[in-house]
């Protein structure tokens, strides 16, 4: 009797199409272990994941608000059925967290192929394509939590093929609605009970100047990466296999770089509520394991609310490769965060 050999893999850019849906991932249920994980390789000290009782006053549930990265990590790993061949996820766009999620809360996740477009060839390598997705997140309540737009880019399957693919990103929306965000915030949140229960260390909404930029001296290297993506269900092979990727060794998931300027913004900010948007982020650069990164977190707008206001923030992260070349820039991170 013969035997069959099936090979198990992601599409070729070849094997996309308009409207394509994937919504086969499986849901995920946000667990303690998955936050511990989350902290453990983040170092993030965003208050209201860490403080279950502050929580609990501020939120009015009993469990803890789940961290907002971690929320984004576990619905970009239900997408990877569609970009496991990826060599780099180069942008996120206008991404709006609808509503709070906390642990015990489950997520499922769509994407939705919205517009393919080829690379122009070059010398030397093999052909590739950017696929925009759009994904929305629902909570087992079948409640809207998260939108936004992904960009994977992959490989044909032939190296020098011509798909014809040439669709214009320009729909892709660049802008977040400030009035639409703020009409969702605080949520009926008690923020008043953050500033009592928090204490005064750090600055609040009222302190903080827009035109700030914090240096963040102590850097993070970077650990711990193919184990943030496995427990995310992140199918992107070039994070585990380093034979896949461009450069010959593993990559590291670029939310694991967002995770580390995300801690890196908690420490110039200790008082920063929750993240509620991002307006964009971009990988500038390729991140390994082991590299040193270096975060500056600056403040560009501040936008007053009925309780504390919103602040618009923007990282940028460089990495130190450890090849005695200077720094490199590789997270342009622009986000909108809540202060009491």
């Not at 453990?40 to 009015?60: I, K, M």
């Not at 394991?289 to 992260?317: K, N």
Request: proline letters at 7%; charged letters at 20%.
């Amino acid at each position: 009797m013969g035997t069959t050999r099936v090979p198990v893999g992601g599409p070729f850019f070849e094997d996309f199409k308009p409207g394509q849906v994937f919504d086969d991932a499986p849901a995920v249920t946000l667990t303690d272990g998955l936050a511990a994980l989350h902290q453990s390789l983040s170092g993030d000290r965003l208050r209201l994941p860490l403080d279950h009782e502050l929580s609990r006053w501020v939120t009015g549930r009993s469990r803890p608000l789940a961290h907002p990265t971690l929320v984004c990590h576990v619905a970009i790993g239900q997408t990877t059925a569609a970009s496991q061949r990826v060599i780099g996820n180069l942008f996120y766009r206008r991404l709006q967290l609808l509503r709070p999620v906390h642990l015990g809360d489950t997520l499922n996740t769509r994407a939705e192929v919205v517009a393919l477009r080829q690379n122009r060839p070059k010398p030397g390598r093999p052909a590739t394509g950017m696929v925009a997705l759009r994904v929305r997140v629902a909570n087992q309540r079948n409640k809207d939590v998260l939108d936004f737009w992904r960009c994977p880019m992959i490989p044909l399957r032939d190296p020098a093929g011509e798909t014809g693919h040439a669709d214009s990103f320009d729909d892709i929306p660049a802008g977040i609605d400030l009035d639409r965000l703020a009409a969702k915030v605080p949520w009926g949140w008690h923020l008043p009970a953050f500033k009592d229960r928090a204490g005064r260390a750090g600055a609040h909404f009222g302190d903080v100047a827009s035109g700030t930029t914090f240096l963040i001296e102590g850097r993070d290297t970077v650990t711990g990466a193919p184990e943030l993506a496995r427990a995310t269900l992140n199918l992107a092979a070039t994070h585990t296999d380093p034979a896949v990727s461009p450069y010959g060794r593993r990559l590291v998931y670029g939310g694991h770089t967002i995770s580390l300027a995300g801690a890196a913004a908690t420490r110039a900010l200790p008082n920063l509520v929750t993240i509620l948007a991002w307006r964009s982020c971009d990988h500038t650069g390729p991140v390994f394991e082991g590299d040193v990164l270096r975060t500056e977190v600056t403040v560009e707008a501040l936008h007053p609310l009925s309780q504390g206001g919103m602040v618009d923030l923007h990282a940028l992260v460089f990495a130190d490769h450890g090849d005695g070349e200077p720094e490199q820039p590789v997270l342009d991170w622009r986000f909108i965060g809540l202060m009491a």
